[in-house]
């Protein structure tokens, strides 16, 4: 599993936000693609925080606890983001994950640059098949 990289099984097709994104619009977009959170990028695409569905519950309780206007993901994201290497390899990410509990992580190239995420299911994606092509 070793030789298994997170650029050969992370997703590269994402749902971002920007810091602007309206929360409202954030949940939509988060329900709509049966996700659990995204990056948030600034405007030259450079990954600056992610928000997921406990950061947006917030939101729901804001409102209805406070009466207040809803916001903006700048407002609710989680800016000390924890990330991964394209070469990162699989078995130390999933140590990874077990060690910190996460549901997915950014990846990033060597500038810091977002490429794309991977997440626990993309993890048992990959073990799944190279089990299966180890078997062959």
Same mark, same amino acid.
């Given at each position: 599993?070793?030789s298994l990289?997170?650029k050969d099984c992370?997703?590269?097709d994402l749902v971002? !936000? ?22 948030v ?5 450079a990954? #600056?925080?992610? #928000? ?5 519950i ?12 809803v916001?903006?993901v700048a407002? !609710?994201m989680?800016?000390n983001v924890?990330?991964v ?5 699989? !078995?130390?990410?999933?140590?990874k994950?077990i ?6 992580y ?12 991977i ?8 073990a799944?098949?190279f089990?299966?092509?180890?078997s062959?």
């Amino acid at each position: 599993m070793k030789s298994l990289k997170v650029k050969d099984c992370m997703a590269t097709d994402l749902v971002t !936000f920007t810091l602007s994104t309206n929360v409202v619009d954030a949940m939509d977009l988060l329900l709509k693609h049966g996700i659990s959170g995204a990056p948030v990028v600034d405007d030259e695409g450079a990954l #600056v925080g992610i #928000v997921s569905e406990v950061d947006l519950i917030q939101v729901v309780v804001q409102d209805s606890y406070y009466n207040e206007p809803v916001g903006i993901v700048a407002d !609710f994201m989680r800016s000390n983001v924890e990330t991964v290497t394209l070469d990162t390899d699989i !078995f130390t990410l999933a140590e990874k994950i077990i060690r910190e509990h996460r549901r997915r992580y950014p990846v990033v190239d060597e500038e810091g640059g977002l490429v794309g995420q991977i997440s626990r299911r993309d993890v048992l994606r990959a073990a799944s098949e190279f089990r299966s092509r180890a078997s062959i």
